[in-house]
């Protein structure tokens, strides 16, 4: 069973930055593609950004230039650097793996090799 683990996350005021890791254990696979996702309170969870163990990102319009994610050093891992805060960033922010690149097109094997952490709540005050 993959376990997918998140820190980082707390509050900081608008204009700030924080750092967000992620790190997965447990996998037989190594795993393609990471990413983040978050969920503000009345929204569905949105897609924020990715990168594969190639080291190809990809980012969603809301966040390009302010966010920037990363892989490593450490294996499964993956992080988001977060800048020039808004409040409207405010939000539980979720950990993805993806070993198969699933989530990028790739064939699909099943929901049960699409893995998720528990979250980490941000919070940008104005």
């Known amino acids: 069973q993959v376990h997918v683990v998140e820190s980082g996350g707390g509050s900081v005021q608008a204009g700030g930055s924080l750092k967000l890791s992620c790190a997965a254990s447990?996998?037989?696979?190594?795993?393609?593609?990471m990413g983040w996702y978050r969920q503000a309170a009345g929204n569905e969870r949105e897609f924020l950004a990715s990168?594969?163990?190639?080291?190809?990102?990809k980012y969603a319009d809301s966040v390009k230039g302010r966010f920037t994610v990363s892989r490593g050093p450490a294996k499964d891992t993956v992080h988001l650097q977060m800048s020039n805060l808004k409040p409207e960033d405010t939000a539980v922010y979720y950990c993805?793996?993806?070993?198969?690149?699933?989530?990028?097109?790739?064939?699909?094997?099943?929901?049960?090799?699409?893995?998720w952490g528990q979250g980490t709540q941000v919070t940008v005050s104005s």
């Open positions: 447990g996998s037989a696979f190594p795993i393609y593609n």
């Open positions: 990168i594969t163990s190639d080291g190809d990102p």
């Open positions: 993805n793996a993806d070993p198969f690149g699933q989530r990028l097109g790739a064939p699909k094997r099943g929901d049960e090799y699409d893995y």
